[in-house]
Each structure stands twice: as C-alpha cells, then as structure tokens.
C-alpha cells in the first residue's frame, strides 16, 4: 500500500486494486490557493469523518466513489470498513458535534484514520481499534486532540506505524508549536519528511515508526 498525505486530514491510500481517499480536503484547507491536490485524483471510496468543510469535500475526487459517511459497517470492493462513534470534542459532541473513527482493512493491512477526535479514547473505543497497524491522527490541538493526546492515544494503541496529521508544516511559525511539541512527545528527533509511504504487512516494522509526509 502507498499512503500520500493530501493536507489537512486527506489520505490517499492506494492499495493493490483500490484507493481510498480519507476527509477530502478543500483548496483552502491545504495552502489558501485555488488549485487543490485532489484535481487528478480518482477513488474507488471516500470516508467522511464528520460534516465539517475541510474533510468533506467529496466533490474533488473523481471516479464515481462509493462515500462512506458515519458509523457502522461497510465492504466496498474488498475493503472492509468499520466507522466507530466518537466525539469531536471532550464534552460529548457539547461543542463541535460527533466524530466517526475508521478502520480499514485493506490489503492486509488494518489503518486507523482518527479523523477529528477531540478526546483519548475510552475503553469501549480502544477496544475497536487495537489491531490498528497504521495509525493516522491529528496532533495540532485547536478542534481535535493536541500533540499530549495524541501520544497518549499512542500508547493506548501502540500501532506498528504513526503518521501525524491536521497539523499545517506550510506555515513554519506553527511548526514548533505542533510538530516538534509531538516529536518531543514522543522522544524522538531529525525525522525528515518523505512524500509518500509505502508498506505491506511483512514489511511492517518490528518496533514502532514515526513517519512524517509531506502534505501534496
């Protein structure tokens, strides 16, 4: 599987007879100009974390995909996907309303995509989620969980790969205040961002990998 970050909280995953897009995001999501890296993208399926713009701009894929929108379960071509209820927020959806976690199973491999979580994950959550392999979560604060979150999130998984995203490296002033905060989090240093990731299941690493994308 190849994994590309498209900005904000968009994944392209392109497996070996599928791609699945995550949070689709808008033009302005990723680096305020017009053009949006989705223009040349086709998918087989879109998953939706919540109704936010910014990760539902399901318009921008090409394809014909099959939109995957909320809890329950889902097999589209060989993809079987589980959407867990949670909250975008730490008051039960009080303030920015719910929130679907995805994992997928795709390739024989298991990726969990957070979408906006805004709190650590309850047991009856944690227990959805812990054959997760692939991780991608948010670690910018703001509307969804900060970089202390995210690691403790981390460790409640502890996935074999973590690939942070909804956080902004366009904007070097707020990379220091996310980012590193994250690295620093998690005890590690001088990873270079790559542009795209790429791993089966056999290739999966032994202990667990920090991996930084740079957003298309």
Known sequence: MEITWLGHSCFQLRGKNVTLIT???TPQQNDGSEASPLSKVNASIITVSHNHPGHN???GV????RVVRGPGEYEISDVLITGVASYHDDERGKKLGRNT???IHMDDLVICHLGDLGHVLPEELLEEVADADVLLLPIGGGNSINATQAAEIISQIEPRV?????YHPEQPESIPAQLNKFCREMGVEGIQPQPKFTVTKSSLPVAMQ???L???
């Open 101 to 103: 976690i995805y994992i």
């Open 162 to 166: 973590v690939i942070p995203m909804h």
């Open 23 to 25: 949070d689709p995001a």
């Open 214 to 216: 740079s957003p298309r």
């Open 62 to 65: 090409g394809g014909n995909p």
């Open 210 to 212: 920090i991996v930084l």
């Open 57 to 59: 701009y399901v318009q």
